[in-house]
């Protein structure tokens, strides 16, 4: 089989199982481990999937720039975002994360909805400026200009001084195994922080989010509580419901 053949034997699998192991793939292409190994590194050095010990698995299917990731899934975070305010009482500190599933559930808010939030999202503090009943703390720092989102020191010690009732993570992996990870290094440490600040995690999560891995860690996945998605029901939660996880 020529090497093409197998790579996109091996993208097919990836995308019908949600992982390929190694020893499974030399038996079906009838190729040594060292062969499969070098072809699975070959398809993450080109962005198509993330190795992990043994195999690969997806990776996530995020696009890069904040107005791209405004409109891809819209519906299906207005849906998420609707029933993350469910979740949200009069009175509470709350963190909101940067990104467009954290960014609809803001946009949500009742005009008699009482809140403190701190973010560091530039454009969540745009939307929540004129909101009456919310007081509004800003994480500044360095913007990120592609997630319109700050990074670095600044945001890092203003959550360690922080203790939330909730916060939103918006995330754009999440795996049973590797747990919850993110493309960017400085953006991770802010979300890890952000974890560590609060008495109750909550991830906003489109399914297709599901099973995938990026470079970077932000936690475990037994460090979040409720996975707030767009199809619930789908079997692809179940492993995540047996960790102990809540699902929405």
């Known amino acids: 089989m020529l090497k093409e053949e197998r790579l996109d034997y091996i993208l097919k699998k990836l995308r019908t199982d949600q992982k390929v192991l190694q020893a499974e793939l030399s038996n079906d292409l009838r190729v040594s481990e060292d062969t499969v190994r070098r072809d699975l590194e070959s398809l ?3 962005g198509l999937l993330i190795k992990v010990r ?8 995020n696009p890069y720039s ?10 299906d975070k207005k849906t998420i975002a609707r029933k993350a305010l469910s979740l949200i009482e009069n009175g509470q500190t709350i963190i909101l994360d940067g990104g467009t599933s954290t960014l609809s559930l803001a946009k949500l808010f009742p005009l008699n909805l009482q ?3 701190i973010t560091n999202s530039a ?8 909101h ?8 500044g720092g ?5 997630s319109q989102t700050v990074v670095g020191i600044e945001p890092i010690r ?4 922080v203790r939330a009732d909730l916060s939103f993570l918006g995330v754009c992996s999440l795996h049973t195994a590797v747990g919850v990870t993110g493309p960017d290094l400085e953006e991770t440490a802010v979300k890890s922080t952000i974890v560590a600040a609060s008495s109750r995690v909550i991830a906003l999560a489109t399914s297709d989010k599901m099973g995938t891995a990026e470079h970077f860690k932000i936690c475990e996945i037994t460090d979040i509580d409720t996975i707030v998605t767009d199809q619930p029901e789908d079997d692809i939660f179940i492993p995540y419901r047996q960790m102990g996880l809540q699902v929405l």
Do not use: T
């Open 44 to 46: 993450a050095q080109n």
């Open 54 to 61: 043994g195999g690969a698995i997806p990776h996530s299917p």
């Open 66 to 75: 904040f107005k791209e990731r405004i409109v891809f899934h819209e519906d």
């Open 115 to 117: 809140l403190r939030v």
């Open 123 to 130: 454009p969540i503090v745009m939307q929540l400026m004129e």
């Open 132 to 139: 009456p009943a919310v007081e509004v703390i800003f994480a």
């Open 142 to 146: 360095r913007i990120v200009k592609d």
């Open 158 to 161: 203003m959550f360690q001084r």
